[in-house]
């Protein structure tokens, strides 16, 4: 690759090594993405060539020394992650959750970031543990911490209490939380036990089951529908328009897991196949690469989509 005009970024000798990488396979991805020379000659780091192509390394590489900065691990996903963020333009969440910064770990969430970003209804399509979730929270409650919304609500199907909440003991939360588990968990994550507690006493975040969404309008808030292939088509129509001034909302589930009686009449699919398309609303996918739980997730559930593609009847 012949010289161009070059540039030097200084940074740490740890964000220097992550950003060259093993055998120098990080610096390789850069030089490939961005048609530029990359060199580490001390101190930091050198970009050579044109000045877009300088611009789009020097993001990737910002990012990566950013996670190295937040104590997390680079691997080449995450340089390519990098990569792509910064030819999409996608912004950092600039959030800090117990387990480190939240930013995208894969393509595929990066990707789903930008497109929370800049769509009014996004649709997040995948099997568990991809992140659909989670980053959801984390986006809302980012809108939230800057203004950008007044509320965060969240709801998804009570599906094994049925019909029944009101015999269940207590008020309307106790009623509900178990249901609502992994939303809280993900909320304590990102907010901290305090911060949760301090923003719902003051009605800044709900959750609670798709029923209580009927005959209201949610204005200048970020929804969330979790689980939403377990909602019938009038539970889908019925939350989507619920959408008033000023807010957005992110529908998350997996349509290969309906737990319904007829998984025909399941919302979420419904929902995709006429909306997808329309201004205003995007659709991200996940498949089973994106998985970033266990490492043992991903074939777990790589097996069972295996199995279901045989079409053996189940025990």
């Not at 970024?9 to 740890?14: H, M, R, S």
């Not at 996004?122 to 980053?135: Q, R, W």
């Not at 939350?239 to 009449?265: F, I």
């Amino acid at each position: 690759m012949s010289r161009g005009p070059s540039e030097f970024l200084p940074l740490a000798d740890e964000a220097v090594r992550a950003v060259s990488g093993p055998g120098g396979r990080h610096a390789a991805l850069i030089e490939d993405a961005f048609h530029v020379l990359v060199e580490t000659p001390g101190g930091g780091v050198s970009l050579n060539g044109e000045a877009r192509a300088r611009r789009g390394a020097r993001q990737a590489i910002e990012t990566l020394a950013g996670r190295v900065a937040a104590h997390l691990e680079v691997t080449p996903a995450d340089v390519r992650v990098a990569i792509d963020q910064s030819r999409s333009g996608a912004p950092a969440l600039g959030l800090i959750a117990r387990r480190g910064a939240v930013a995208a770990k894969t393509a595929a969430q990066a990707r789903y970031l930008e497109a929370l970003t800049n769509h009014d209804l996004v649709f997040g399509l995948g099997p568990a543990g991809t992140g659909k979730t989670f980053l959801a929270v984390a986006h809302g409650a980012g809108l939230l911490r800057v203004g950008e919304v007044e509320r965060l609500v969240v709801t998804r199907p009570a599906l094994e209490a049925g019909e029944r909440l009101g015999f269940l003991p207590g008020d309307l939360s106790e009623k509900v939380d178990p249901y609502m588990a992994p939303v809280w968990e993900a909320m304590t994550d990102i907010l901290g036990a305090e911060g949760l507690r301090r923003r719902r006493d003051r009605g800044e975040i709900e959750v609670a089951p798709i029923a209580f969404m009927r005959g209201r309008t949610l204005a200048h808030a970020f929804v969330i529908v979790d689980e939403a292939q377990n909602t019938s088509r009038l539970q889908m129509k019925m939350v989507l328009t619920r959408l008033g001034e000023g807010s957005r909302m992110a529908v998350t589930g997996d349509p290969s897991q309906v737990d319904l009686v007829n998984p025909a009449d399941s919302g979420l699919a419904h929902a995709v196949s006429i909306l997808d398309g329309v201004e205003g609303v995007a659709v991200a996918r996940f498949s089973v690469a994106d998985v970033v739980r266990h490492p043992l997730v991903g074939r777990i559930v790589a097996a069972y989509d295996a199995d279901a593609a045989t079409g053996r009847p189940r025990a």
